[in-house]
């Protein structure tokens, strides 16, 4: 069952969806190629009405979008794509990097200091 809150805060409803493997796979999915709604739900071996709802919650954090031609909905990767949550993981990034080498540089102080 998939279960989802909507976030106000549109970094909130981008983590919420990635939270889930299945959605996780679909974006990797995508990333390659486009796909219909039916062939995801076939490639994840699940019903139909599950992988809409899947895909509805990417949709609703605007990691996918979805447009209907004739019967069938198409999924592409959304055009906010994961540019907000590579900002947030890369500041976090650089942080760790800067304390990571000062770490380094006070290791190699105290190896000095020994010798």
Request: glycine share 8%; aromatic share 6%; charged share 35%.
């Amino acid at each position: 069952m998939v279960q989802y809150l909507e976030a106000a805060d549109p970094l909130d409803a981008s983590f919420a969806a990635l939270a889930d493997g299945t959605r996780r796979g679909v974006l990797e999915q995508l990333g390659r190629s486009d796909a219909s709604i039916s062939d995801l739900a076939e490639r994840f071996d699940m019903t139909l009405t599950g992988m809409r709802k899947h895909v509805g919650v990417l949709e609703r954090a605007g990691l996918v979008e979805t447009e209907k031609v004739g019967r069938v909905r198409y999924c592409r990767i959304g055009a906010r794509r994961l540019d907000e949550v590579t900002a947030w993981v890369d500041g976090y990034r650089r942080l760790w990097d800067e304390r990571f080498r000062e770490l380094d540089e006070l290791i190699e102080e105290l190896k000095n200091e020994e010798k």
